[in-house]
């Protein structure tokens, strides 16, 4: 698990930190957000909150809030079936995840689709296939072809089969995140008491900004704190639209809204692991859309570092770009994306890998372009020593000044595992590319993804465990699911 | 003129920066460095190093080269021939330069091509024309079909009528910077004495790593000093080929051969303005083409950062990648580039615009996609301030739970200049852009350098300068300019 030791990059002084602390919670004290959930505010009326007898309106005042983030634990495992993948959230810490919940996906060969379980099964499998994606995000694209009724339960049944790393699971009404609970705990062999005993999963809610939680976003998270499983609490804060234009503004409303919840949640489960996530970004002026790797972008994720630091909380940031195709322009808000991540202190990037269009299409060769990146990112971590052997004077010596260092010992050594050897990036000169076809990037992704996914094999399952697993996914089906309204 | 305000990253402690110091030093005192020019090697004898009698060798104590390399300035001006276009290079400012000296350039109607003068004039006014270039570095591309002993006249009458910035001359022996320095003083309408006043050009050297300056790179900056005008020292320290595999024993080397130039042109003007340049990067171990963009590269020029910072020295990097195209992997290498450099502490970044395949092209849209994300740094650099405005406290009480913010006033008031336009970057949706045609990054590019030049107009000269310059460019080349063997 990388772990990031540079100092943050910290665009506000600390006045100006304790500025937007004091910000959003005179927007908690003031003007109060809605939790649309009546449970919810229920708790929050005995909790000592000003719950509004005619609106979904609560107010909190700062102390009721800083007493309960302060329950937040600042770093914390999460356990999946394969107890070899825990991951660690928080501290320094820096952990990826793949592309979450586009509703089309995209690759060279098959152009643009609407999402179907093949192609969720084909993203999931990329998701256990590359070390350097952690977790399991959401779906890394929304499978249209399963109804919605039974769609979490083949999707957790692939995820929970196909890899073996920490699974997310949606907040969208009881069954879903009940069945997604059991589903965990008995793939991972788990009692009731094991699976409650410490995180195994974790979900990702967005509150419907500005100000308000919905009634999903908010019961979800509810029964996982229950069972002591862990929220990411991230506010879609794009500036300009569901936040103020003001980069201060939407960071500082966004606080307001995560430590809500936060506060909320933990008045449910003292102690309760949760992560700040932030989602601050800024939007085409001229058509409302999301906007991502922009200037604005960077600011907004390192100044939502610095609010993540000052309550002591973990941080979600996202790796994001809103190209329409895996080309320059995608690269590189990407990489100001991950810049972001790492200047940010981010501890989970979500979105890290394949993400397109604005979160709208996953694209098969993104994934693996991404992967490319973060590795380099992961490089870019390693620590570095510097002794007499790092500083290689007695090469320099032997080498002199009519020699080059390709044959030196010192090199020969070391040559192997010096460098990072990318495995997308094509570093022959013009000739050579040109003559083996003048290949671009996103072919040579396509490729190596078809490689990949011809040659995948599953992790191992238990058999008794893959067939409770299978019945639980048949039972729930005979049911009926979820329920909907078509 | 930019500044950046962030708080360089610094991958090594104060100890490990003392051991780089310590073993350049050593590299100095105990191996040396070849100065394959015979005055040079007389005018550090005289300043006491040790002279080898049978060889080039220059030893030289450390304390003779601290010495000497503090009497370097931290930060200096450079007045071209247009005062308002002074640019300061150190401190915290980040100015940006084109790329420079490739053979060959492309663009996606003519494909790639050696260079010509033709193609070396569109370039040069690409350079005038963004204002985030702030300096004309080296030739945009070399063009071959000028002889090379008039190149330089052609070369640096265009560079002067066709910009007003900052210009380079190349140190490839005495006659070239002579007549540079000639027509720099000719183009600011300047006596002798006024161009000697202060710096008005600059030149760049490459050391020929390993520990060797060669006769021309010597030359030209001697020439250059005695008048007053600046040097940009940078070793060509590429990991496992010219320098150590390991990052900080490159660094090391680095230091030793930039200082060794540096303290010998402060013995012969003190207080020269001199800038220590980093070209640290990796290699592809298995072809020993150069890579950028790296994690290596990130980190060697951190380091860079850090020892330019010791001995309070203005820092030189690179905007590079290795990439044959303007495609995904350029993008990413490229913005990782960029992302060395702010991270660094970088004042000048060389080949910011343009550059493709290790340097060996100039690329028409990569300029114009590289000025787009050298923009977005600059967006990046601006202060940020955090009151009551900014924090927008009554926009969010205003707008409430149930709006958005695309109509409130605090919105209105500001979001024509709240965020960075990228003039490149499509934001559309998916259907948007492919109804439009599906037009990738490069093809955007490709529709505005054009439009750039069918509209360019050169900065305003006066006609008597002009008839000077080129009364001296036509003198030079009846008296055959430049001395060349063929």
């Known amino acids: 698990m990388p772990r990031n030791s540079d100092l943050p990059t910290e665009p506000l002084d600390e006045e100006a930190v304790h500025a937007i602390h004091n910000g959003a919670m005179r927007v908690l004290e003031e003007i109060g957000i809605e939790f649309l959930h009546d449970e919810a505010r229920q708790i929050l009326g005995k909790a000592g909150c000003t719950v509004s007898a005619d609106s979904s309106n609560v107010r909190m005042d700062r102390d009721f809030v800083v007493e309960q983030v302060r329950k937040a634990p600042a770093k914390f495992d999460i356990t999946p079936r394969n107890v070899d ?21 995209s690759d060279l060969d098959r152009g643009r689709r609407p999402g179907d379980r093949s192609s969720y099964q084909d993203l999931v499998k990329l998701t256990q296939y590359f070390n350097c994606i952690h977790m399991k995000g959401g779906y890394p694209v929304e499978p249209v072809d399963i109804h919605p009724s039974i769609r979490h339960l083949d999707c957790l049944f692939d995820a929970l089969t196909l890899t073996d790393k920490t699974v997310h699971a949606y907040s969208l009404g009881k ?76 960071v500082m409303q966004q606080t307001a809204e995560a430590l809500a919840m936060i506060a909320f949640l933990q008045t449910i489960k003292p102690g309760l692991p949760v992560v700040y996530g932030s989602f601050t970004s800024n939007v085409d002026m001229s058509s409302g859309a999301p906007a991502f790797g922009t ?43 991950l ?15 394949g993400w397109l269009e604005g979160g709208l299409c996953a694209s098969y060769e993104k994934f693996v372009m991404d992967c490319d990146t973060i590795q380099q ?50 570093w022959n000169n013009f000739e050579a590319w040109q003559e083996a ?46 329920p909907t309204d078509f």
Chains 1, 2 share one sequence.
Request: hydrophobic share 40%; proline share 7%; net charge negative.
């Open 85 to 105: 993948r825990t991951v660690c959230i928080g501290g320094n810490r820096m952990l990826f995840g793949n592309v979450s919940s586009p509703p089309n996906c």
């Open 175 to 250: 069954e879903r995140i009940e069945d997604a609970m059991e589903m965990v705990r008995i793939a991972g062999g788990l009692t009731d008491d094991e699976f409650n005993a410490r995180p195994r999963m974790f979900t990702n809610i967005n509150s419907s900004s500005p100000l308000k939680l919905d009634f999903n976003m908010l019961d979800g998270p509810m029964r996982l704190a229950r069972r002591g499983q862990p929220t990411i609490v991230t506010p879609f804060t794009l500036c300009g639209a569901m936040a103020p234009v003001t980069i201060p503004g939407a």
């Open 295 to 337: 200037p604005e972008y960077l600011r907004a994720t390192q100044i939502s570092g610095q609010m993540a630091r000052f309550y002591d909380l973990p941080l979600r940031a996202s790796s994001a770009c809103a190209a329409n195709c895996p080309d320059a322009q995608a690269a590189w808000e990407s990489a100001f994306s």
């Open 339 to 353: 810049w972001a991540c790492v200047s940010s202190g981010t501890n989970f990037v979500y979105h890290a890998a």
């Open 377 to 426: 990112m992961m490089k870019y971590m390693q620590p570095m020593t510097v002794d007499a052997d790092e500083l290689a004077f007695d090469a320099i010596k032997e080498v002199g000044p009519d020699g080059n260092f390709f044959g030196a010992s010192h090199t020969l050594e070391r040559y192997e595992t010096a460098f990072y050897s990318p495995f997308i990036s094509d």
């Open 437 to 482: 076809g003048a290949v671009q990037t996103p072919e040579r992704a396509n490729k190596m993804w078809k490689q990949i996914l011809s040659e995948f094999e599953a992790p191992s399952m238990d058999e008794a465990i893959r067939e409770e697993l299978e019945a639980f996914v048949e039972l729930r089906k005979e049911q009926g699911g979820a």
